[in-house]
């Protein structure tokens, strides 16, 4: 079966992609994704999906915004590909998306996050071109909201 590209922009498209939110946080529910989703989506949170016929097979999530240091970035966010559907192709085909949403919507770079432990992650952006440029900083303040 094909696979197809989709842009999902309003809460009952992302809300019908639960399942596979779940690979990346299994402890999550519904209601707490819905309500997340509900905050997000104010805020220039959209989502990019991979489709074989109705089931999707690849996500990301995407935040738009502008800094002083960039100007205006697209943030990749939660990027998974289903584990039956690995080395498909699916993870390049929605990096290959997102290039072109960053350039169609005036940014100047695409930017993201991986867990300095997930070396898998590291080597697949390092082969689409991405670089590391710094170190994201936490200190987590209330360790129970946590996902």
């Known amino acids: ?58 996500l990301s999530g995407l935040w738009s915004g502008t800094k002083l240091w960039s100007g205006k970035y697209l943030e990749i966010d939660n990027f998974i590909v289903h584990p039956d559907h690995r080395l498909k192709g699916i993870g390049k085909m929605m990096t290959d998306s997102i290039d072109v949403i960053a350039k169609e919507t005036g940014c100047t770079m695409i930017v993201l996050d991986a867990f300095t432990s997930n070396f898998t992650a590291h080597k697949f952006y390092y082969n689409q071109g991405y670089v590391p440029k710094g170190f994201h900083f936490l200190k987590i303040v209330n360790e129970s909201g946590l996902s």
């Open 1 to 58: 079966m094909q696979l197809e590209i989709r842009k999902l922009t309003i809460i009952d498209e992302m809300l019908a992609q639960f399942e596979i939110i779940k690979y990346l946080y299994p402890n999550f529910t519904m209601e707490k994704y819905q309500s997340y989703l509900i905050e997000m989506i104010p805020h220039n949170y959209t989502q990019v999906g991979v489709f074989e016929g109705e089931i999707c097979v690849g």
